[in-house]
């Protein structure tokens, strides 16, 4: 038998709609019986008993909001009736302990990646392009046109196909209406690679590097340098303009902090100190050329799990997402840190009513209180400006039963798990403890990504329930759907579906297994996620200012 509601933790007093629900309709949980005040649709919630005004509503077994008004047992929560709330939190000695799920099924498992010098394992081989300024971003699209398509790292050729087919039925005086795309695939992503051994040429266009503030030009610049630095990434070319506020001495200083032994192949490039724009480019592509037949010698070797550095992420989320794609991300993350590996839980304004179990599970006093004076920081930064995190969730969240930041929030911790958290690392700084860390970035989905990237993300798994294309330039991105409707509507872009959760069929433990043994073979390149497929190279650098 289907379920069609659920109660998240025995504190709560509301239920969730696994189904749409009709009003009038009556329902029964746990022997008790609900008689619908409104139409509920599925992954909406409704109350339990009698709200009055100020009343606690309290789901994931946290409080996640008040009572606006009285409500009537059985009645829809809304955002008129239903406002953001959340506990206090506050540093209290450790005490937790952890029952680490069983592992047996990983234990002594390997993955195909690329060994670093320092130790470190990537998941892809990747040369990079940075430029230090905006100015440089035409040069580096004139670039990534000339190296896509010549060594068959491009994805726009069945586009290109159809946008032809289309020139050619105008020319004909064909009704263009006629014109089916639908014979136009996606051809085989390597096939026609010159470098085998490299998974692509990435590109960071960004539009920072000068103007703004200093301090904007000096995060840049780490979060450039860690970049560069990250295990996935096998060698770099830098292009500057030469007047800009981040000047590459800069860059180079912050590299060789973050990476004293810093041995790839790096090439820099100054236009104002080149004889032209050509000149300028065809040497950049010269060296680069000669850099990927060098790195092209690189080849896969076993490594175990414990080289993993998984980053979770959740983006366009709904109802289920913390029912399902959360909670069995959550697994996944228990059995690799079991196994010895890293996971990186961010997206701070997206913790707001978590705060205190990830304070309790923090081993490190110094740790829980860096968490709580980043959290305390970027939640007055808001409010200073008339916002807040209380004013997260999106238009889409909302419509689709995130009524408030704390029941965001409280699901989309669930990715994290429930091991301890072995360290909290503010934006940029790299992960150098294996377990669970916390990382400070916004919830915004390409500015949370490009900061776990950045941290030391060698794959990302990314929840969604609405849907969304994002990923990243060098840590390739695996979506995770949260239902089986998402996963059938929009499954050029899905990797992974955790529906079977929400109807029943697997257990999240089942699921978050699944999700590992993906992770193995995304890992190993033995399959290849969407959005990498799709060149989806989304980076955004956060300015330290307000972003939700």
């Known amino acids: 038998m289907v379920t069609r509601i659920l109660k998240i933790h025995p504190n709560d007093n509301v239920l969730v709609a696994l189904q749409n629900l009709a009003k009038g309709e009556t329902v029964i949980y ?31 077994g946290v409080l996640v909001g008040k009572a606006q008004h009285f409500i009537l047992k059985g009645g829809l929560m809304d955002t008129e009736n239903t406002k953001h709330a959340s506990d206090p939190y506050e540093f209290r000695p450790y005490h937790y302990e952890w029952h680490a799920p069983d592992v047996s099924k990983f234990e002594g498992r ?74 136009i695939g996606l051809a085989n992503p390597t096939a026609n690679r010159v470098f085998k051994n490299v998974d692509g040429i990435k590109f960071l266009n960004h539009q920072g590097g000068c103007g703004g503030t200093r301090q904007d030009a000096a995060v840049l610049s780490k979060l450039l340098a860690a970049y560069a630095d990250h295990p996935n990434v096998a060698g770099v070319t830098v292009l500057s303009l030469g007047c800009q506020n981040l ?29 032209s724009e050509e000149q300028l480019v065809k040497e950049a592509i010269r060296k680069t050329f000669i850099g990927l037949t060098e790195i092209n010698k690189i080849e896969r070797q076993p490594a175990p799990l414990s080289k993993l550095v998984l980053g979770v992420k959740c983006g366009g989320s709904d109802g289920f997402s913390g029912i399902s794609a959360n ?15 890293t996971v990186l839980l961010a997206e701070f304004p997206e913790l707001c009513g978590a705060e205190q179990q990830l304070i309790d599970r923090t081993k490190d006093e110094t740790a829980a209180r860096k968490f709580i004076q980043l959290m305390t920081a970027y939640n007055q930064s808001a409010e200073n400006v008339g916002s807040g995190f209380f004013m997260n969730p999106s238009p889409g969240n909302i419509k689709d039963g995130l009524i408030t930041d704390a ?52 794959l990302i798994l990314f929840t969604t329930g609405l849907g969304t294309p994002t990923g990243n330039p060098v840590c390739p991105t695996i979506k ?21 959760v929400i109807e029943g069929e697997k257990t999240i433990e089942q699921m978050g297994e699944d999700i590992l043994e993906y992770c193995i073979k995304a890992a190993s390149g033995e399959v290849i996620p969407k959005a990498v497929l799709l060149n989806q190279d989304d980076f955004i650098p956060w300015k330290r200012g307000v972003s939700l």
């Open 30 to 60: 746990d022997g008790q019986e609900y008689i619908l005040q409104d139409d509920i649709q599925a992954k909406h919630k409704f109350f339990m008993q009698d709200m009055n005004a100020g009343d606690h509503i309290i789901m994931y």
């Open 110 to 183: 390997t993955f195909n990646g690329y060994i670093r010098s320092d130790g470190r394992v990537g998941t892809a081989n990747y040369w990079l392009f940075i430029p230090t300024v905006f100015c440089e971003n035409r040069n580096l699209d004139v670039i990534r046109e000339a190296l896509h398509n010549e060594l068959g790292y491009a994805v726009t050729d069945k586009y290109k196909s159809y946008a032809h087919q289309l020139v050619e039925a105008y020319k004909n005086g064909e009704i263009l209406a006629e014109a089916d795309p639908s014979s």
């Open 247 to 275: 000047q590459v001495k800069d860059f180079m200083d912050d590299l060789k902090h973050r990476s004293p032994n810093f041995d790839k192949p790096l090439f820099v490039f100054e236009q104002q100190q080149s004889q």
């Open 327 to 341: 909670p069995a991300v959550g697994y996944t993350s228990d059995l690799l840190v079991a196994l010895g590996g």
């Open 407 to 458: 029941i965001k929030s409280t699901g989309a911790a669930k990715k994290g798990g429930t091991s301890p958290v072995e360290d909290v690392l503010d934006y940029t700084e790299p992960a150098t403890k294996p377990g669970l860390n916390l990382v400070c970035t916004p919830g915004n989905d390409v500015e949370a990504t490009t900061g776990k990237a950045a941290s030391g993300a060698t």
């Open 480 to 500: 995770v759907s949260t239902n089986n409707a998402l996963t059938k509507r929009m499954g050029d872009i899905i990797d992974i579906n955790c529906g079977p």
